[in-house]
């Protein structure tokens, strides 16, 4: 695979699809890690909201994504049971020239809580993605740095791009291997938005980058790196 066209999203942090055995999503260090190796282009991060009003980065298992982490546990509960980082500290560790990327993942989420966080922080660009694009339009009216993704849903063909792109989206993800085809390319650039292909439902690697390649998508995942 050539990367030297590509912006890499290093999915939860991760850097490579072998990351987690040594890193742990969402946390501190392997978002150190990832800031070192000149191919990542973009942080990803999974924010949450504690009870007591703190963003943090966690996904978690398909159960407490889907179950536990449903209902708010204070900050402390949360480093204590899952070893969780808060989102000022892991920006911390993230350089100026990286893109961040917040995948929000609690709804309780606002414009305030954001921008409290990256109060004093400079980088490349700051991505809010969500599936919902009415959810993300209670972060309109951010500064510049700040544009939008839409990501990946079993819609996603059939949104007006131009009316997202007036909105403040810069990104579409794709996450469907027959959901990436040439109109659906076509119809991004014509909007002047940017593709993102997603691995989720990608067999193996190298049917993941037959995709790419065949569409020369640019902003790729660290999974099948």
């Known amino acids: 695979m050539n990367l030297s066209n590509k912006t890499v999203w290093a999915h939860g942090g991760c850097f490579d699809k072998n990351c ?22 973009v942080i990803e991060l999974d924010v949450r909201k504690s009870s007591d009003g703190v963003l943090y980065c966690f996904h978690g ?13 204070s900050l402390k509960r949360l480093q204590e049971k ?3 980082h808060t989102l000022k500290e892991i920006l911390n560790v993230i350089t100026p020239d990286k893109i ?18 990256f109060k004093g922080k400079v980088f490349k660009e700051i991505v809010l993605g969500n599936k919902s694009s009415s959810l993300l339009q209670k972060f309109s ?5 700040f544009v939008k993704i839409l990501n990946g849903n079993i ?14 989206f810069k990104y579409l993800e794709v996450v469907f291997p027959l959901q990436i085809h040439k109109k ?42």
């Open 20 to 41: 987690a055995t040594t890193y742990r999503h969402n946390s501190k260090e392997v978002c150190e890690a990832s800031s070192k190796r000149e191919y990542i282009g």
């Open 61 to 73: 298992n398909l159960f407490q994504y889907n179950v536990t982490l449903r209902f708010p546990k």
């Open 82 to 84: 899952y070893g969780a």
């Open 100 to 117: 961040v990327f917040l995948d929000i993942k609690d709804d309780t989420i606002t414009k305030e809580d954001v921008l409290d966080s």
């Open 141 to 145: 009216g951010m500064p510049e740095s």
């Open 155 to 168: 819609f996603c063909s059939f949104y007006d791009l131009k009316k997202l792109k007036r909105q403040g």
């Open 184 to 225: 659906i390319i076509d119809r991004v650039e014509k909007a002047g938005m940017e593709i993102s292909c997603a691995p989720l439902f990608f067999l193996s690697t190298k049917s993941y980058w037959r995709k790419i390649e065949k569409y020369r998508i640019k902003h790729v995942s660290s999974d099948f790196i």
